[in-house]
């Protein structure tokens, strides 16, 4: 596409010189400005567990005039073993998180994320390939991740020897040469001993951190906005060792990462001058929620499942669902992706189905329809850049290791890969019919949690009143 400074050389004849012949469009000089990279430490307490004190609160407080640029952003927290003789594993550090928020400048809720997780666990799995984990992502891994390793993925429901749970955490936590752990940790640390600690740094998956635009904190009411994180349970996130021994966690030193801009006074005056003009100001992001219901065990045959979502987004964008089990053994990856050896599904949004046919058979010979529904539904199918360690395999479930990568979506956004439009999806705001999941599954021996998630548009708005809230 020609830019206004090509277009601006044209001729009689509308030929225009390559944008290498241009020099009109240099960069142009910025106001003065200074960053500096803040640590924010939590406001009520320095150490935290998975039983009592499991709320993390930490306040972005910036000073008079200053901007919060969260676009590169992290979460730093050590997390303690606390059963001497018995180590555990887990597989990233999003595991640890259950629920993720941020609150505005009143304390009203930009951003609500349950379940956080689960939903790390697919995103991860779908969005990141191999050579991914090589570089700092959204998603939160720094090195190689073993993440596509089998790990604790035994039959649904099967018991497992402490030798199988052992070889389990190995590739859990994916223990292998120096320098080839997972996460940020090679060998001799890519599994948290007994008694020992590890001080994870990583990324959060958030839209509030991933605008792309500097906030003006320093100029809002209070001056700050919160991040609230609930610590997942200790038999959740980690994998223990010794199946009978229930694993133990503390965290502390936890702090948020951000950097911190001062501009120019010049500037920051302009600004509060357009704002006291114009009324309010928006930035886009999105975000997720969560919606849980659940599947009883099946020994035979199949069973019918209809689950309600009941979402209000006022754009929806895409419905994503996993399975994973009820049951949460000390042993096991409880955040392992299950495929309750599904064979139909169809969601329903405003008593339209998506995708307007079933579909149905998934089997080893119709594998790759759902694989490429989801993929349609993360905005990556067809995509040269995309990456991923699901495959299709997953929805075949004759090898448990296999489906460990189980995921299922549909995209209801109308214009699903154009980056500059909003609200494209559905407007469920004002509708009192919750959408529905319905689908078919198998033989899978213990019960199973469901947890389907909404993507959908918000948008951050900045008032004269000096206001940070939601459109949510």
């Known amino acids: 596409m020609s830019t206004q400074q090509q277009l601006a050389m044209m001729d009689e004849q509308g030929r225009i010189p390559p944008v290498q012949a241009i020099y009109s469009d240099l960069l142009g000089v910025s106001y003065p400005a200074k960053k500096q990279q803040i640590e924010m430490t939590a406001s009520n307490g320095d150490s935290f567990d998975t039983t009592g004190k499991s709320t993390i609160e930490i306040p972005v407080a910036l000073g008079t005039g200053q901007w919060c640029d969260l676009s590169n952003s992290y979460l730093k927290i050590r997390v303690t ?17 259950e629920r993720l928020q941020f609150l505005g400048t009143n304390s009203e809720i930009l951003e609500d994320v349950q379940q956080y997780n689960n939903l790390a666990r697919m995103l991860t799995a779908h969005q990141l390939g191999e050579d991914g984990w090589n570089y700092n992502t959204n998603l939160g891994e720094f090195q190689g991740s073993s993440l596509n390793n089998a790990g604790a993925a035994v039959a649904v429901g099967a018991n497992t020897t402490a030798a199988e749970v052992n070889t389990a955490i190995d590739k859990v936590t994916g223990a292998g040469a120096v320098g080839e752990g997972s996460h940020h940790m090679s060998k001799n640390d890519s599994e948290i001993a007994g008694g020992g600690d590890v001080t994870l740094c990583f990324p959060l998956i958030s839209g509030v951190t991933s605008t792309g635009k500097y906030l003006p904190l320093g100029m809002l009411k209070n001056r700050s906005l919160t991040l609230r994180i609930q610590l997942a349970r200790a038999v959740k996130a980690v994998a223990s060792a010794n199946n009978l021994v229930e694993p133990i966690l503390t965290f502390d030193n936890v702090s948020f990462v951000c950097d911190v801009i001062t501009m120019a006074e010049t500037y920051n005056q302009r600004f509060m001058d357009m704002l006291a003009t114009v009324g309010d100001v928006s930035m886009h992001y999105t975000t997720y929620k969560s919606f849980q219901s659940n599947q009883p065990a099946i020994g035979a045959g199949t069973q019918p499942f209809n689950g309600l979502i009941p979402d209000s987004s006022r754009s929806l964008k895409s419905l994503f669902t996993i399975f994973t089990k009820q049951t949460e053994n000390n042993g096991d990856d409880c955040l392992q992706l299950i495929n309750p050896t599904l064979s139909q599904y169809q969601y329903t949004i405003l008593s339209e189905t998506y995708p307007m046919k079933d579909i149905t058979g998934v089997d080893a010979k119709n594998r790759n329809q759902p694989f490429a529904n989801l993929h349609i539904a993360l905005g990556q199918l067809g995509s040269i850049s995309s990456r991923t360690i699901g495959d299709s395999n997953a929805y075949y479930n004759a090898t448990p290791a296999n489906s460990s990568t189980f995921a299922i979506g549909v ?9 500059n439009l909003l609200e494209s999806g559905i407007n469920l705001s004002n509708s009192t019919q919750p959408c529905r999941l319905r689908c078919t599954t198998g033989i899978h021996n213990v019960a199973l949690n469901v947890f389907t998630y909404s993507l959908s548009d918000r948008l951050l708005m900045i008032d004269r009143d000096g206001n940070l809230r939601s459109s949510g």
Not at 81 to 97: E, L, M, Q, R, W
Not at 411 to 419: I, R
């Open 81 to 97: 073993n606390g059963v001497a003789g018995t180590a555990c594993g887990f597989k990233t550090p999003h595991d640890f998180i």
């Open 411 to 419: 995209c209801a956004e109308a214009h699903n890969k154009s980056s």
